[in-house]
């Protein structure tokens, strides 16, 4: 079965340095999402993208992050610069544009800032 | 975003049935429930969703009152594979939002051998 895609799995950074994930969706997949998840807590939107466009970036902090996706396809989540609450793991999730369509998760960038 | 209501933690015991209550009492017409669980060190996957009519898949099975009010995710063999944090989400389906899933704190099942 097709997967959603994560690189890296792991990621250690100094605070006020720059971290970057990526992720590649299902093929086929239109709509991408990029959720945050802190230690204990359910995943929280931070951006949605539908091809190229992005649909809902309400929850997303744009003083640091920024997202793109610009073939429609792969997409890259940056934080610039990271700071110690930034630590969480980064979820990439990918659907088809019918709702009725489940998400696919990928497992995640654990990313800890020292 | 209408809200949905979990109980923190649940017990079961292996093999046994588990019933996973969620209370959705503001759910709207276009809302749709649904169940995403999340396995330790795992991005979370789908479980099954419905409307308004009971559902069965492969995983489990999704009642829903009639009031849609409120639902239950019933599992009917648990095995420790089941042990993970149960999501219940309404997701709306009209035309004029993004349908985005909002995730609450969900519910974490324990299986016990």
């Known amino acids: 079965e097709a997967e959603v895609a994560q690189s890296p799995r792991y990621k250690i950074t100094e605070k006020s340095q720059a971290v970057a994930f990526w992720c590649d969706p299902i093929?086929?997949?239109?709509?991408l999402y990029w959720y945050r998840q802190i230690l204990g807590q359910g995943p929280e939107l931070l951006v949605q993208?539908?091809?190229?466009?992005?649909?809902?970036d309400s929850q997303l902090p744009k003083d640091r992050f920024s997202a793109e996706r610009l073939k429609g396809v792969d997409s890259t989540l940056k934080i610039q610069p990271a700071e110690l609450g930034d630590s969480a793991m980064y979820l990439c999730?990918?659907?088809?544009?019918?709702?009725?369509?489940?998400?696919?998760f990928g497992n995640g960038t654990r990313l800890t800032v020292t | 975003d209408a809200k949905t209501t979990q109980p923190n933690s649940m017990e079961s015991n292996e093999e046994e049935p588990v019933h996973l209550p969620c209370n959705h009492s503001?759910?709207?017409?276009?809302?749709?429930i649904h169940w995403y669980r999340q396995l330790p060190s795992q991005g979370p996957e789908y479980v099954i969703h419905?409307?308004?009519s009971n559902v069965n898949n492969r995983m489990a099975s999704l009642a829903i009152a009639e009031d849609r009010k409120s639902s239950t995710l019933i599992l009917h063999r648990a095995t420790l594979r089941d042990a993970a944090v149960y999501y219940c989400?309404?997701?709306?389906?009209?035309?004029?939002?993004?349908?985005?899933?909002?995730f609450g704190q969900g519910t974490t099942l324990q299986v016990k051998p």
């Open positions: 993208f539908q091809d190229e466009s992005v649909v809902d």
């Open positions: 419905g409307l308004t």
């Open positions: 503001t759910i709207s017409g276009t809302d749709y």
């Open positions: 989400i309404l997701r709306d389906h009209g035309s004029s939002n993004t349908g985005k899933l909002i």
């Open positions: 093929s086929g997949h239109a709509t």
């Open positions: 999730a990918s659907s088809f544009l019918d709702r009725n369509s489940p998400l696919h």
